[in-house]
């Protein structure tokens, strides 16, 4: 069972555009969300995270919205820039529980 | 340098065989997670500690795997008996429990390759 979702495995967007990144889950006792950002060959490394009680938080280029009704998230980038291709995962929490990540999506930005 | 450190950063083995990974948390960390990424997925749970105490050990851990933490800071996760479906990258990260929220930080993690 996929407790995290992820149902873009790939997204190109354009040099300084907006990208988006969507992440849903499944388990209504989730309270704590991540974004990690991986490149090949190396560990994920933090981006940003939201609490339950709150609905953005924003981090310089990086923005996260939260939607509890709907139990979905998203990142945006803004504006998109090379070094941001790589694959970002989704991660979530019952605060202080061990960490679920989604299967990641692959973000391409186009020249 | 003070994020997590693991070791070794490759290793190949042969099926069968046994193979130990070193993970050393950043310094005032309490938590440590053992996590398991392979291709096309996300990094998936495998066991945390909190101190020298193993909380949590998910079922994808078989009984070949083990790990430890004996003094409440490096840790260890030996495979024995490899198999090739062991082919993984292995991710430790770590964290200050008690924190709001729980964000952890992963080391560059230990690539396996069984043959």
């Known amino acids: 069972d996929q407790q995290v979702k992820q149902n873009s495995p790939s997204l190109s967007v354009q040099e300084g555009r907006i990208s988006i990144l969507n992440c849903d889950y499944t388990n209504s006792m989730f309270d704590y969300f991540l974004w990690y950002k991986k490149y090949p060959a190396e560990g994920p490394t933090f981006l940003i995270s939201?609490?339950?009680?709150?609905d953005k938080n924003e981090d310089g280029r990086f923005t996260v919205f939260l939607n509890k009704s709907a139990k979905h998230l998203s990142l945006h980038i803004v504006p998109s820039q090379p070094g941001d291709s790589a694959v970002y995962f989704c991660?979530?929490?019952?605060?202080?529980?061990?960490?679920?990540f989604g299967k990641g999506t692959r973000l391409h930005i186009l020249p | 340098d003070t994020g997590v450190s693991q070791n070794p950063r490759h290793k190949i083995t042969k099926r069968g065989q046994n193979v130990t990974f070193r993970c050393d948390p950043i310094s005032e960390h309490n938590r440590l997670y053992w996590y398991r990424q392979t291709l096309g997925q996300g990094p998936e749970f495998l066991t945390y500690?909190?101190?020298?105490?193993?909380?949590?050990k998910s079922r994808l851990l078989s009984d070949r795997f083990s790990a430890e933490r004996p003094k409440g800071s490096f840790s260890t996760l030996e495979i024995q008996r490899t198999e090739q479906g062991d082919s993984a990258m292995y991710l430790c990260?770590?964290?200050?429990?008690?924190?709001?929220?729980?964000?952890?930080?992963f080391g560059e993690g230990s690539w396996l390759t069984v043959v």
């Open positions: 939201i609490s339950s009680i709150k």
């Open positions: 500690f909190q101190n020298e105490a193993q909380l949590e």
């Open positions: 991660a979530a929490s019952e605060w202080d529980d061990k960490i679920i």
């Open positions: 990260a770590s964290s200050l429990a008690g924190e709001s929220g729980n964000t952890i930080y």
